[in-house]
């Protein structure tokens, strides 16, 4: 079983339509990350949680709200999609300390007409 | 914030051919250093890292990385690739003061052609 699973892997949605994507981690790690990427523009990072109370915005926060339900999960949330927002969505995990390796979801495909 | 230069978007080479990926990041006291793959419609995983010690880091796959601090560079190389290794590579940099925050490069595609 994979360690850091998404839902859905693939999703379409019209203009101002609410969405969440969903992530589960069975690594037992605290921190949880949330990444689109698009085409040349790499991973940018969206929101991430260093554990359940804590969460934080990355460098491109603005149309997404995030929560961390419990340690193992952490949803992402489109209130209102727009076409920009169509990207690759990842979820990352990873341990505690200043080396951590982060770990990444299969990615969820989102295109927003 | 750090900011992480791959120097190539593309990549072709063929099979059996050395290869080289570039990146460069922005200078700070200490840093730790990584390298991602992402092949075709998968997530991505870690190939190799560097995080102190020894400038020649060894990943999976067959390949290295050097770290040089003084031109602030983390080179990923192979003497020999092969067509299994063509995915998108990533660069990552993570401030040694700073919990938790890495920085993406914006990817370099490799293509190994027969």
């Known amino acids: 079983d994979a360690d850091v699973t998404q839902t859905p892997r693939n999703r379409i949605t019209k203009t101002g339509k609410r969405i969440m994507l969903e992530c589960s981690q069975t690594?037992?790690?605290?921190?949880m990350y949330w990444y689109r990427q698009d085409p040349g523009l790499g991973l940018r990072l969206i929101y991430y949680?260093?554990?359940?109370?804590?969460?934080n915005k990355g460098e491109i926060s603005d149309g997404y709200s995030v929560s961390r339900q419990a340690q193992a999960k952490f949803s992402l949330s489109l209130e209102s999609a727009i076409p920009n927002q169509t990207a690759l969505y990842f979820c990352?995990?990873?341990?505690?300390?200043?080396?951590?390796?982060?770990?990444f979801g299969p990615g969820t495909r989102l295109l927003v007409l | 914030a750090q900011s992480v230069t791959q120097l190539d978007s593309q990549v072709p080479v063929f099979e059996e051919a050395p290869v080289e990926l570039r990146c460069n990041y922005s200078s700070s006291v200490s840093v730790y250093l990584f390298w991602y793959v992402q092949y075709p419609n998968q997530g991505l995983q870690l190939l190799l890292k560097y995080l102190s010690g020894s400038t020649l880091v060894k990943g999976i796959n067959g390949f290295e990385a050097e770290f040089n601090k003084s031109q602030t560079s983390f080179h990923l190389r192979k003497p020999s690739v092969h067509i299994s290794d063509t995915a998108e590579y990533f660069c990552?940099?993570?401030?040694?003061?700073?919990?938790?925050?890495?920085?993406f490069g914006r990817g370099t595609q490799l293509t190994v052609w027969p």
């Open positions: 949680s260093f554990d359940v109370k804590d969460i």
């Open positions: 690594k037992g790690h605290d921190r």
């Open positions: 990552a940099v993570k401030r040694g003061s700073t919990l938790g925050r890495l920085y």
């Open positions: 990352a995990t990873s341990d505690s300390g200043m080396q951590e390796t982060q770990y």
